[in-house]
């Protein structure tokens, strides 16, 4: 390409001899081979490394599609045996599934079987090893509602505490359980302390809040 010079006095570029085309020429050759020479000394070093990252690449990419398709799958069939389950009213079928599923779904199994079958025991494990804490707080709820009069209103305070806060779907529910518990031992400070509470939250749920001013 000719130079800016060359172009402002608009001066051909000089043509190379035919020794210098011969000369580039070689000089091409020769640098193709030192570079050959130098990528096949690179992987030969290298050549071991290199396969095995290629295999690891291989065994992780292969080990992923099968990950998805056996979770995939895995979903699939517990669906299909939760359905079956339901359908067939099978307290049992729910219980095992709950053992072999995981998250919300075991939970949710393992409530459906107590549903069914009425079993505490299953409300107990539900409530002490639950895998998400709405679960284990509809639980204790339930269980409230079953062994509440063997409890005092400590102790029952003492086992709703993880609902004791608004972060909890049930923080209503069990105010209003407790306090009904301590008007059943006569503590009516301690029980219109938390009607009160309920009255002027203006989130409260209506039902609540209505049952909160009835026995206020």
Known sequence: ??????????????????????????????????????????IK?????????????????????IGVRTHRANKIATANAYEMAIENRDANALAALADNASGATADLALFQAYLLDNDVNKLEKLANDGNTRD???????HIVGIRGDDMTAQDMKKYLSDM?????PFYYSARITLA?????????????????????????????????????
């Open 1 to 42: 390409m000719a130079t800016m010079l060359e172009r402002n006095k608009k001066v051909k570029a000089p043509q190379k001899t035919r020794a210098e085309h011969m000369e580039d020429a070689l000089y091409r050759e020769v640098w193709e081979d030192v570079n050959n020479e130098k990528t096949m000394q690179f």
């Open 45 to 65: 070093k290298y050549s071991k490394h290199m396969m095995v990252a290629a295999l690891m690449i291989l065994i992780v990419a292969t080990g992923i599609q």
């Open 135 to 141: 679960f284990r707080d509809l639980a204790r709820l």
């Open 180 to 216: 009904q518990k301590y008007l059943s031992e006569n503590n009516t400070s301690a029980a219109n302390e938390i009607l009160d509470e309920i009255i002027a939250d203006k989130n409260a749920p209506s039902t609540i809040a209505a049952t909160a001013a009835t026995l206020r």
């Open 164 to 168: 004791d806060s608004k972060s909890s």
